[in-house]
């Protein structure tokens, strides 16, 4: 159900270098170890044991990454989760906090503190405890999206 897509593939070697990249400029620590090459870098976030995704930067945003970690939890396979409104990861009630969560990572630049409820493909409900977001941008420093990484939730 979970195809794997390409370790070798462009988009995932550099998007792999953009979340690295902007995780170690706003929290000073690294997703994974700092010497590892760009391939099996894109590899190692993708099998990594922490859930890891981001979306783009468009006024509604859509999923551009999400790893295998991220697929089995949200119950969605990269080709479906991948070009989804990110919203959709919030029950309807919830999105407003969501927007509101979304804005303060974009005026600190990163937050790690984030704790809520999300819901998977099937409706089940998990809540978040201690997540890191934070905001991506390009070599000219313009904005690309925001990420999010967890290791900590429960099923509700």
Not at 5 to 23: C, D, I, K, M, T
Not at 131 to 141: H, K, R, S
């Amino acid at each position: 159900m979970y195809a794997e897509p390409s370790p070798q593939n462009h988009f995932l070697v550099e998007h792999a270098n953009l979340l690295r990249r902007g995780y170690r400029h706003w929290t000073g620590r690294d997703l994974i170890a700092p010497a590892i090459d760009p391939t099996a870098a894109a590899a190692a976030l993708y099998h990594a044991p922490f859930i890891l995704l981001s979306h783009d930067a468009a006024a509604d945003p859509l999923f551009n990454y999400v790893n295998l970690a991220a697929q089995r939890l949200f119950e969605r396979p990269w080709a479906e989760f991948v070009g989804l409104p990110s919203r959709y990861s919030a029950e309807p009630l919830a999105r407003e906090e969501r927007q509101r969560l979304l804005a303060r990572v974009a005026a600190h630049g990163y937050i790690d503190d984030y704790s809520g409820v999300r819901i998977t493909r099937s409706g089940r409900r998990f809540y978040i405890r201690a997540a890191t977001l934070w905001n991506l941008f390009g070599d000219d420093a313009a904005p690309l999206g925001q990420a999010a990484c967890f290791a900590d939730w429960v099923g509700l």
